[in-house]
């Protein structure tokens, strides 16, 4: 099992498969426009900038479920992180990360990466989730954590091959 085997819908609500990013290092992040931390979609877009041409991608998956700080519908969350941030990066459709209706990959991201003591549960928005070339789930990093921090990480991920073991 991996990232690979889930399907998601985009932001335009077309489906997609997961296997798409087959071979790439994925930043998987729940994301929120109106969140304290949304000042992090520039890092993110950064990151995502200065390592795409390599196999690297942040994807962001908006929710509100953390006091509703996303409220918007899909096509009002694309415009503000485009107008608001200037978000390339592929955005995908507003979903629950937490809970009975919680979308299936995030269900598979919470239980490969746990968090503070072991925590499963998502605790806010922008947790970000690092993944390398063969889909495999390999850190959990907080809503605080500045994703600049996380760069040394991808690099390491990005080097590698895809089948060799990772220490991240």
């Known amino acids: 099992m991996s990232v690979y085997n889930f399907q998601v819908e985009t932001i335009k609500g ?4 997961m296997s798409e990013y087959q071979g790439d290092v994925l930043l998987i992040v729940n994301t929120a426009t109106k969140c304290g931390f949304a000042r992090q979609f520039e890092s993110l877009q950064e990151l995502h900038d ?9 994807l ?8 509703n700080q ?17 978000v390339s990066f592929p955005l995908f459709s507003k979903i629950d990360v ?5 979308d299936p990959l995030f269900e598979y991201l919470t239980n490969e990466a746990r968090g503070i003591l072991g925590s499963k549960a998502i605790k806010w928005n922008f947790t970000k989730f690092l993944v390398d070339r063969s889909g495999k789930v390999i850190r959990r990093f907080a809503p605080a954590d500045d994703p ?3 760069a040394p990480h991808i690099e390491k991920l990005l ?5 060799s073991p990772v220490h991240s």
């Open 50 to 58: 200065r390592y795409k041409d390599r196999g690297f991608a942040v």
């Open 60 to 67: 962001g998956f908006p929710c509100g479920q953390f006091a």
């Open 148 to 150: 600049a921090r996380i």
């Open 70 to 86: 996303e409220p918007g519908h899909d096509a009002e969350i694309e415009q503000a992180c485009q107008l608001n941030f200037g």
């Open 159 to 163: 080097e590698q091959r895809p089948g």
């Open 98 to 102: 937490k809970g009975p209706q919680a």
């Open 14 to 17: 077309e489906k997609q498969s």
